[in-house]
């Protein structure tokens, strides 16, 4: 990886830092040229647009949580198992300070048509697939009940995770994690009987 890729990189993890702050709509290439004491022109290089780096930021941060959150579950037996580690690493996710990204993101662009508007619906799209499919293997493998409906039990899934976002975030809930825990020990035993 040369210098400039280096650059690029460590300028999107900042960015995606300030975004699960202040929101994508929040992120300028000027905030960010202060953030990371680089020229505005320079980023202006690497972006070319606000869009471009709001886009961009949201693909980092999902290769991010594929490496963080995903990698581990899928090294986990198929399954409760790995839908355990799956959700484990994503409340360890939405711990970080301002939360989800994708959370924000999804509801500060849910009615603002345009490429990033695409961007977080074709990622929300590819997560609930992941979980579906995950769902689907424990159906497969006999973990689960064979009626068991994965795209259904995937909705349910991230909705826990959704919920625990405001529980935790917005409303400080000090029981946020013990009561997302408890209704994905629910889900999963509903998927087991």
């Known amino acids: ?77 198929r399954g409760e198992p790995r839908l355990r580690v799956l ?16 959370v924000t993101a999804a509801a500060e662009f849910h009615h603002q048509p345009g490429v990033v508007r695409e961007e977080v619906v074709r990622g929300e799209r590819d997560m609930l ?20 409906d994965p795209d259904q039990a995937a909705y349910e899934f991230n909705g826990i995770l959704l919920v625990f976002h405001q529980a935790f975030h917005l409303l400080e809930d000090e029981r946020a994690e013990a009561r997302a825990r408890l209704a994905l020990d629910t889900l999963l035993d509903r998927a087991r009987r």
């Open 1 to 77: 990886m040369g210098k400039g890729e280096e650059t690029r990189l460590a300028v999107l993890d900042e960015a995606a830092r300030v975004a699960r702050a202040v929101g994508l709509g929040g992120l300028t290439i000027g905030t960010l040229a202060e953030r990371t004491a680089l020229s505005k022109s320079g980023l202006f290089g690497h972006f070319k647009s606000k869009e471009s780096l709001q886009v961009q930021v949201l693909q980092h941060a999902r290769t991010r949580f594929v490496d963080r959150v995903v990698r581990a579950a899928l090294a986990a037996p």
């Open 87 to 102: 959700f484990d690493g994503w409340l360890r996710w939405e711990a970080a300070p301002g939360g989800c990204l994708f």
């Open 129 to 148: 697939d992941m979980i579906s499919t995950m769902f689907r293997a424990g159906v497969a493998d006999g973990a689960f009940r064979a009626d068991l």
